[in-house]
């Protein structure tokens, strides 16, 4: 494009960057499978690169596993009578808080329920359930002064998928649901927030690589340039968010911003060629 842009034509400029920006932030909202690209993106980096945790100090999981109700005389709903127990012992191990997360969906036997019932209502700190092997009781230590979520371990029941599973499939979940709990809790007790990048910070992402996929446009030089230095601009975007991420914990997004080069690229290289053929 060796000839000078007038005023009209830099105001077209200006407005194919702003249109192809709203452009490519409304898209995943109209196409749905756009935005799961980018959550699959964030899954992707939060597994393979996000430092691994250690066990949260205040925390205890105890679950009910296929040995737990291997004891009991049937597997569903989870004996009343058992939960009652477990109850007292945690009471008496001086657990700071309780996390259930067993369904209550019905009555069982009346005994049952009104012991439950009544270790409930005894319980010092706020109400937790859990599960320990009967022969060895609870070991007090492990629960003085700690959070206790207490949930099924099955393999087939109440088990989710997380971002582990999108990067290593099935061997890195799903996982129980009392675990996602204990994540989420962690989270909130150390006050920690989604490493997400601000919306004035995805708003420039968007806009600058407007501005890229444009300058590639009009840029004089072949097609096939162009369209290297497109692919390269791309891969430039995707490896920056990754190492963003790996060395800054920020997770920018991806595909709204490749959206936006691309889109304007397009565009631009017809508004060129349109101005080429008058």
Same mark, same amino acid.
């Given at each position: ?107 069982? !036997?009346?005994?049952?329920?009104? !012991? ?103 840029? !004089? ?58």
């Amino acid at each position: 494009m060796a000839q000078r842009l007038t005023r009209s034509e830099f105001l077209q400029l200006a407005a194919i960057v702003a249109l192809t920006a709203l452009a490519s932030g409304a898209m995943p909202r109209l196409f749905p499978f756009l935005g799961n690209i980018e959550k699959r993106l964030v899954d992707l980096r939060l597994a393979a690169l996000a430092p691994a945790e250690p066990q949260h100090p205040g925390i205890v999981i105890v679950t009910v596993t296929e040995d737990t109700l291997a004891r009991l005389p049937y597997r569903s709903p989870l004996d009343r009578g058992f939960l009652a127990g477990i109850l007292r012992a945690l009471d008496g191990a001086g657990v700071r808080a309780v996390g259930l997360d067993v369904l209550f969906d019905q009555p069982t !036997d009346p005994a049952k329920d009104a !012991d439950l019932g009544a270790a409930l209502r005894s319980m010092r700190a706020p109400v937790v359930v859990a599960w320990a092997d009967q022969r060895d009781g609870l070991p007090k230590a492990w629960f003085a002064g700690k959070i206790v979520l207490v949930g099924s371990d099955l393999p087939h029941s109440d088990r989710f998928s997380t971002p582990l599973s999108t990067a290593f499939g099935e061997t890195g979940g799903p996982i129980p649901g009392v675990v996602i709990h204990a994540h989420a809790l962690a989270q909130i007790l150390d006050a920690r927030l989604a490493p997400r990048a601000s919306l004035a910070m995805e708003i420039v992402l968007v806009v600058v690589l407007a501005l890229v996929g444009l300058f590639v446009a009009i840029f !004089d030089a072949p097609l096939v340039v162009k369209t290297v230095a497109v692919a390269a601009a791309v891969a430039a975007l995707w490896a920056g968010g990754f190492a963003l991420f790996k060395f800054l914990g920020v997770l920018a997004p991806l595909v709204t911003p490749t959206q936006s080069l691309i889109l304007a690229a397009g565009v631009g290289h017809a508004f060129v060629g349109r101005r080429e053929r008058r």
